[in-house]
């Protein structure tokens, strides 16, 4: 668990290095319990349903053949498979100012080999009547690695990995550019998504080109930009995979009509 600076940041959010998580799980730091200005946690950790989601991380399904997400692997003309295959991501070093945290992460594959190292800014700021977190990782890798999903791998709908946040929700209401609902939600490259329920709200906004949007309502509530929608993505150390989002934080029920008005100063 990483300390935090300041009193805002300590009530906030807390940092967990991920070195005591199960390898099946594989291991990462993220960030758990996210709590809302009022004191309303708004992540998950290990719960029953999937016990390898954790908080908000950097996730990778499919890193060259290593999971970075955890529990089985789709395999194509085998369906969800027990794999040796878990990576672990290793907090290298950690600066915190009173603003957030600055982190340097190395990401090794199942056999303790390096795939390269990432550095991650967390940013917290007061807004409105609400918080923002700021997210920025840049993951370069060693050499030429590809980043794949359970889709890529022939499961459809199944397009998980990148930057994920899972959420402690039943069930939310959720809305996109494209409209409302979870139809109009999964696979939408809109630039933002609103995640709301009665104790709590997320928005969140893409800071780069749009990538398509991997959301859960039903069964377990997450999110998160799919890195890996349609085809591989390849990484390579003059390309590295970089994910920007920002989620505005609010207790209650946030409308609509507020998101919007929020969005024109969270751009």
Known sequence: MTALDTPLLERLLTSRTGEDLPRRSSPRPFLHPVRTLGGAVVTDTGPEDHPHHHGVSLAVADLSGTSHWGGRTYV?????????NHGRQV????????????????????????QGVENRRVRVRTHHDGWVLSWR????????????????NGRD????????????????????????????????????????????SLLA????????WFVRNEGYVGFGPALAASERLAVTPTGPLVEEVDVFVADGKLEIARAQDLLESLR
Request: proline fraction near 11%; include cysteine.
């Open 76 to 84: 194509r003309d085998q369906g969800s498979t027990e794999l040796d």
């Open 91 to 114: 907090l290298l070093s950690v600066r915190c100012n009173p603003f957030g945290i600055d982190q340097r992460i190395g990401w090794f594959d199942e056999r303790d080999r390096r």
């Open 137 to 152: 990782s840049e993951l370069v890798p060693d050499l030429d690695l590809s980043v794949g999903s359970p889709a890529t």
């Open 157 to 200: 709908g199944a397009f998980y990995g990148g930057w994920f946040w899972r959420t402690p929700f039943p069930t939310a209401d959720v809305t996109t550019a494209d409209g409302p609902g979870i139809q109009n939600a999964h696979g939408s490259p809109s630039p933002w998504l609103l995640l709301a329920t009665p104790t709590a």
């Open 205 to 212: 906004v893409q800071r780069r080109n749009p990538r398509p």
